[in-house]
């Protein structure tokens, strides 16, 4: 659907200290659109959190932005995400997205 969307994720969070942070996650994402070209962006889904030494959770993940698209399959997003863990971890990104 043009508004909603599903996204499957990878992300290293953090290397501090001797601690590694990634993150596997499966969201839902939708779409408002305010432009022809441009949208607001919510996602809302789980995330499996690992960190190295420690253990990994399943966790709350949720996130808001904006996203322009160049053409109907490549973009540009600027978002701000939440991991709901222990501690929360809060994560801005500027990447591109490609649809397909």
Avoid: C
């Avoid at 499996?48 to 966790?59: L, Q, R």
Wanted: hydrophobic share 45%.
């Amino acid at each position: 659907h043009r508004n909603i969307g599903v996204e499957f994720a990878y992300s290293q969070l953090l290397d501090v200290g001797g601690v590694e942070i990634s993150a596997m996650e499966l969201v839902a994402v939708g779409m408002y659109p305010v432009a022809p070209q441009f949208n607001i962006i919510g996602k809302l889904g789980f995330a499996n959190i690992d960190a190295e030494p420690g253990g990994d959770e399943t966790e709350v993940t949720f996130a808001l932005g904006v996203q322009y698209d160049f053409t109907p399959k490549i973009g540009l997003r600027a978002q701000w995400q939440r991991y709901f863990s222990d501690p929360d971890l809060d994560l801005f990104t500027i990447g591109g997205v490609w649809k397909f």
